[in-house]
């Protein structure tokens, strides 16, 4: 007798993680940001919401509304959402207290500091900061400051792995909504929420496939799902097809472009995803040789984060990928506040238990190669924020440096690193030249709201022309490459860039393709999908 087909999700399948209703970024991880972020984003936008829907419809009609703080609304949005914030207020009452405890210390305990000893304030501390946070004076003994001693708030009852979720639905094109101002909520009978906690390994079996009907069942209720959701979300499921022959040891060595900042390489069998930002596929747009979830190998031995932006760590990618990752790397965080807080433990809170964190310029040997972490500047709004870098690829010699959002307002920094490092053959780098301003990102996280001049001078953007120019020729690279520019349809859950060719990061990345070109080097701005030569 023929034992039934094994299933696993079909390829159209999206899975969007959420914690506290809201769709799930680094940031939504530890207790101290999700508890600000709740007071100072996401209850405005629901309250704001609820009182003035037909507000955040015309808002959002304009494309300069686009990725501001509105919900998208659709049939009976309205009711499903106020019914959904009534039921959660009282779930949330106990980060709002911690919120209001942050903003207690922030704006009455240290500001009334003035350089005598700190020992007594440890007293007044409000009870979700007693005994989880360190007061200090910065070296001019004047600005109190302090850090949170992160695993106690991981440990306490303000990480609730029962804020998390999973919204399981199919997707038919690549253009997404703009993600993180609406609730994540189940609006559609089509669309099946789980209550899980990211870092369960029953979502890595969901993600893995290959199951057995009994198997699918047995996983169905183990994730709490019982009655007409539990039918729709077996129907998520298909017969697992045909597995593509899994690129042997001996696979050539490959540098594929997968789209805005994410790269895959293959050398001498070890496997790298930079960035991970990945297509699904199995629906109609995918006959332009995109890189997709399908073409991931059975393994990803290394998985390089540049940074700590939602479209360079992607989780709903991230959640789906884990199963076949070996180690991340990341840059080293400044230490716990609330701008930087640690990524390794954001990490660890999503499951992943091999990250190694690199400080500048410290390498790690790879087979055949090192991963080398070089200083990556701007792009922050000059906050301290350590929790970035470029990744050096060193493959047999040929040298790959992944460069991000890197701004270059240093101009002698990459000369610094070419004399510590050498010179560098191939470069990707971001020209999102333009940018956010800081508080579209961090305003959240500020004591303040930040005076308008000063926001709008200090912007999210990466290097202009005359700035990537200068990367480019201190590094002596002969082939470059722009990526990151936000332009893939698949990145528009997470940014809101449209560009046409009179967009300043257009002409400004045209520029730096042009002048590469004309010293005889290999230049193009990437888009969507493209095959790179290892060796140029
Ligand atoms: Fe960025
Ligand atoms: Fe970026």
């Keep these: 007798?023929?034992?039934?087909?094994?299933?696993?999700?079909?390829?159209?399948?999206?899975?969007?993680?959420?914690?506290?209703?809201?769709?799930?970024?680094?940031?939504?991880?530890?207790?101290?940001?999700?508890?600000?972020?709740?007071k100072g984003h996401y209850r405005n936008i629901v309250e704001s919401y609820l009182e003035e829907p037909e507000a955040h419809r015309t808002a959002l009609e304009q494309a300069r509304f686009q990725g501001g703080p509105f919900v998208h609304?659709?049939?009976?949005?309205?009711?499903?959402?106020?019914?959904?914030?009534?039921?959660?207020?009282?779930?949330?009452?106990?980060?709002?207290?911690?919120?209001d405890a942050i903003d207690e210390l922030e704006q009455k305990i240290l500001p009334g500091?003035?350089?005598?000893?700190?020992?007594?304030?440890?007293?007044?501390?409000?009870?979700?900061?007693?005994?989880?946070?360190?007061?200090?004076?910065?070296?001019?003994?004047?600005?109190?400051?302090?850090r949170f001693i992160e695993p106690l708030f991981y440990a306490s009852p303000y990480f609730d792995p029962g804020l998390q979720q999973v919204r399981f639905s199919t997707i038919e094109q690549d253009a997404r909504e703009f993600a993180l101002t609406t609730p994540v909520l189940e609006y559609t009978p089509e669309q099946v929420l789980?209550?899980?906690p990211l870092a369960s390994p029953l979502l890595d079996r969901v993600f893995a496939g290959g199951l057995s009907p009994q198997e699918l069942d047995g996983l169905t209720a183990d994730l709490g799902l019982a009655g007409e959701r539990?039918?729709?979300?077996?129907?998520?499921?298909?017969?697992?097809?045909?597995?593509?022959?899994?690129?042997?040891?001996?696979?050539?060595?490959t540098v594929e472009y997968v789209g805005h900042a994410c790269v895959f390489v293959r050398h001498r069998g070890t496997t790298f995803l930079v960035d991970p930002v990945v297509s699904y596929s199995g629906y109609s747009h995918e006959s332009d040789g995109r890189f997709t979830l399908d073409d991931l190998p059975e393994r990803i031995d290394h998985v390089l984060i540049t940074h700590n932006h939602q479209d360079h760590m992607l989780l709903e990618t991230l959640l789906r990928i884990r199963h076949r990752v070996g180690r991340v790397v990341v840059a080293k965080s400044a230490g716990a506040s609330l701008v930087d807080p640690g990524l390794t433990r954001i990490l660890g809170a999503l499951g992943?238990?091999?990250?190694?964190?690199?400080?500048?310029?410290?390498?790690?040997?790879?087979?055949?190669?090192?991963?080398?972490?070089?200083?990556?500047?701007?792009?922050?709004?000059?906050?301290?924020?350590?929790?970035?870098?470029?990744?050096?690829?060193?493959?047999?010699?040929?040298?790959?440096?992944?460069?991000?959002?890197?701004?270059n307002i240093s101009p002698q920094l990459y000369a610094q690193v070419t004399a510590t490092v050498g010179q560098v053959d191939t470069v990707f780098i971001g020209?999102?030249?333009?940018?956010?301003?800081?508080?579209?990102?961090?305003?959240?996280?500020?004591?303040?709201?930040?005076?308008?001049?000063?926001?709008?001078?200090r912007r999210l953007k990466g290097s202009n022309f005359e700035q990537a120019?200068?990367?480019?020729?201190?590094?002596?690279?002969?082939?470059?490459?722009?990526?990151?520019?936000?332009?893939?349809?698949?990145?528009?859950?997470?940014?809101c860039v449209e560009y046409d060719e009179k967009h300043p990061a257009m002409i400004d990345s045209d520029r730096l393709v042009a002048y590469v070109r004309e010293r005889g080097g290999t230049s193009k701005r990437l888009f969507l999908q493209e095959s790179i030569a290892v060796r140029p």
Excluded at 10 to 29: D, H, M, T
Excluded at 472 to 495: F, I, K, N, S
């Design 469 to 495: 120019a200068a990367i480019v020729d201190t590094l002596r690279a002969r082939t470059v490459y722009v990526y990151a520019m936000g332009q893939e349809p698949w990145l528009g859950a997470v940014m």
């Design 431 to 457: 020209m999102e030249s333009v940018g956010a301003p800081v508080s579209w990102l961090y305003g959240p996280l500020f004591p303040e709201r930040l005076e308008r001049r000063l926001d709008a001078g």
């Design 230 to 253: 539990a039918e729709t979300f077996k129907g998520f499921f298909e017969e697992t097809p045909e597995p593509a022959a899994a690129a042997p040891q001996d696979a050539p060595d």
């Design 194 to 196: 789980v209550t899980v």
């Design 73 to 99: 609304g659709r049939e009976g949005s309205y009711e499903r959402i106020r019914d959904w914030y009534e039921s959660v207020s009282g779930q949330y009452a106990r980060l709002y207290e911690l919120a």
């Design 1 to 38: 007798m023929a034992l039934p087909p094994l299933v696993s999700l079909k390829r159209n399948v999206i899975a969007e993680p959420a914690v506290a209703g809201w769709y799930a970024w680094s940031y939504l991880l530890p207790p101290f940001t999700l508890a600000k972020y709740l």
């Design 352 to 407: 992943f238990r091999d990250v190694v964190e690199l400080d500048d310029l410290d390498t790690l040997e790879t087979p055949g190669g090192t991963i080398t972490a070089l200083p990556f500047l701007g792009e922050h709004g000059d906050i301290r924020i350590r929790t970035k870098c470029g990744w050096l690829l060193d493959l047999d010699g040929t040298r790959i440096l992944f460069a991000a959002d890197s701004t």
């Design 113 to 146: 500091l003035d350089g005598a000893s700190m020992e007594p304030v440890y007293r007044e501390l409000p009870e979700p900061l007693a005994g989880r946070v360190e007061l200090f004076y910065n070296r001019d003994n004047r600005t109190p400051d302090y």
